[in-house]
């Protein structure tokens, strides 16, 4: 029995003898006839909608831009009130993680892991939760460091309005549990549990306009740019010998001049790929792994926290890291989420050939032949992973993890020992995330460690988050923690402690999330197959993309 | 526009008065005293009756309503009360025993339990949750210690909460 069960049934033992519940209803009436209605500030703004114009702008926003954007939006959230004022946010974790609940939700229905980007929407009553010690920016109010354990509620949000563009220029966080420091423009601010934190926007609506309209400008350009190539196609069609492409030369950019050195390319992704600055990919990547394991080692001292500068700095370098991922995206390049494109075989080809060059131990022109065949028979591997249909989503993320790690082992085999360390400074790889040159990256990304003693506790954590995401009654969800207690008993998930960079920085040892993946396969097959569950709960089921990985304790 | 200018005050009161014992009980179950629950439980339905409106179900509601609840209690404190570490083990106890009807069921299983208990362990729970003793007090009745008396009431409690599990499992 848990200490939170005896209390339940100890709370009851003393209903039961006399502490029993009043009826507060006539002081819950009065009480909102005296006071001052509305916690919550809320905008005089008319109810208007937004036309299409608006719409592309700021869709063109969320694609091309990591800057703080707002609408007037019906929010779809189940507390929402019509025509209330949301804030879309551009949000980049570093360290951490970072979880979302909208206001009025009681679970949070999104999770940033470490190093992942993304928008969410913020309104009063939003929180923010990170259990690890936690740095992210969120849109253009600048950078956040949160301790442990740390939850964040948006309580007011105040708004100006030029041109068209509602843009948010404070915006009030109360800290419920935790703390939080924030950075920006030159000020810093810090909160604990209890207090709560303003932050200032660092843009102007005057730069949002102007950003909306390059953003619109870049997307004709684009479009333009398709349309050309569309047409050259359809010419090609009609002349199959002009149609070949050499895949070893690479188009030479078009329009815009790019600083972009690709060694490696496919005739399918040529176009959007020679947009990426892969020159300032590799310097970045070569100034950001030995930065990583750092980190790691540092870690790795007893009694060890987070050391703040050195995250700082790599979340800096890790925003310019991120600056390619919605082009590899866009390209339609196949992969299991953003950081399953990021590690495709051709991303990584043109990273690690950029930051060897970087590191000044470019690739030999024989090396870059053996690296291009090697390109082509994982690209084709990692298409043909992602075109297979399975039961599970997860069971593709496996095959592309396995797959990887199998690319990255050849690829390492065909370096100089000089050039090997310069790929995975001495320490990287260790813990997923520490290397930009591994599946970790993946698998990273996509776990949810849960601290437990054993199966058992496990079973009990995990029941509870897949009940809530399934829907699942009481007497199921029982089933689902039994066949989750047995299935996830094997002493291999049990055999190392978590330590700190573990629990700290949420980056799992190497290892330790693929074997909680296979565990999570076995299980999920189980429940599939032994517990009752409604057609919609077997589709929840089957999109389940995180994987709960027991962490020791 | 608040739910107040909107609903009559006897929608009002029927939302109070369906969902009250469930947000009283769990701010007792956090550890708040009977005065502070009080209070919370107000503030947490006036939290709700000012929030923009929103339709939710009666369990979304009930869910709005804990998480609420449980903030104003975070907040009563200068430091934290629970780590949010515990959040879930803690909200799997709470589900666990409030079930459907905000813990109606699980007390009279629990009355019923109790009736069977004997020995020391009922002498344990009158002292403690009916006379209101002190441990000392308990231990000098009983002829042990006060860690003794702790380790008793809890092994009861944990006794009660497997009567609890058989009924209800029984009952299904």
Known sequence: MTDWEDRVVDSALQELHGSK????????????????????????????????????????????????????????????????????VAVDVAIGELAWTPAGHVAPALLFPGRSSGHLVLAPGTRLHSEPASIFSLGTFGDLSTRPFTELEVKTMEFRKEHGVVAATFLTLGVVTGGVAWQALGRNEVATAGEVVRLESNGTNANAVAENAQLKQRIAELEQRLAAQQSNAARSDVTPSAAKVQPDAPKPATAEPVASSMLFTDPKYAEALAGIDWAQMGAVTNEMAPLLAELVAAMGKEGAEVPMDLAIKIQQLNSKLLAGVPTMLKAGLPGFGPNGTYTHPLVVANTLANTLAAAGQSLTPAQQRTLEGLVKVFSSEAQGIADSSRTFSLEQMLAETEMKDRFFKEIGSQLTPEQAAAMNPKGAGKYDGSSLFSAGLMTQAHAQPIPARDAAEFARVAGGRIADRLGLDEATAAQVRTLLA???????????????????????????????????????????????????????????NHVLVPLPR | ?????????????????????????????????????????????????????????????????????????????????????????????????????????????LRGCLERLDGRARDAVRLHYEERRSRSEIGAQLGVGEDGVKSLLRRTRSLLRACMQRDAEGGS
Not at chain 2, 39 to 59: E, G, I, K, N
Request: aromatic share 8%.
């Open chain 1, 21 to 88: 519940p009043p009826d507060l209803s006539a002081r819950v009436l009065l009480a909102l006839r005296e006071a001052a209605p509305g916690p919550l500030p809320r905008l005089a703004e008319p109810s208007r909608r937004r036309g299409p114009t608006f719409v592309r702008a700021t869709v063109a926003a969320a694609l091309f831009a990591a800057a703080t954007w707002f609408v007037l939006d019906r929010f779809a959230g189940p507390s929402a009130a019509p025509d209330q004022v949301i804030a879309h």
């Open chain 1, 486 to 544: 047995q299935a996830s008993a094997s002493p291999e998930l049990w055999q190392d402690r978590g330590d700190a960079t573990e629990t700290s920085l949420r980056m799992m040892r190497s290892g330790r999330t693929q074997a909680a993946l296979r565990n999570q396969l076995h299980w999920m097959q189980q429940i599939q197959q032994q517990v009752n569950l409604t057609p919609e709960q077997r589709e929840k089921l089957a999109k389940m």
């Open chain 2, 1 to 109: 526009m608040t739910v107040v200018q909107t609903i009559s005050q006897d929608e009002v009161v029927r939302l109070v008065q369906s969902h009250q014992a469930e947000v009283w009980r769990y701010l007792r179950y956090l550890g708040a005293s009977a005065e502070l629950a009080d209070d919370l439980t107000q503030d947490t339905f006036l939290q709700l009756l000012r929030a923009p409106f929103a339709v939710r179900s009666p369990q979304q509601t009930a869910g709005w309503l804990r998480t609420v609840a449980r903030n104003l209690f975070v907040r009563a404190f200068r430091r934290p009360p629970f780590e949010l570490a515990e959040l879930e083990t803690m909200e799997a106890a709470w589900s666990g025993f409030a079930g459907d009807d905000a813990g109606g069921e699980a007390l009279v299983r």
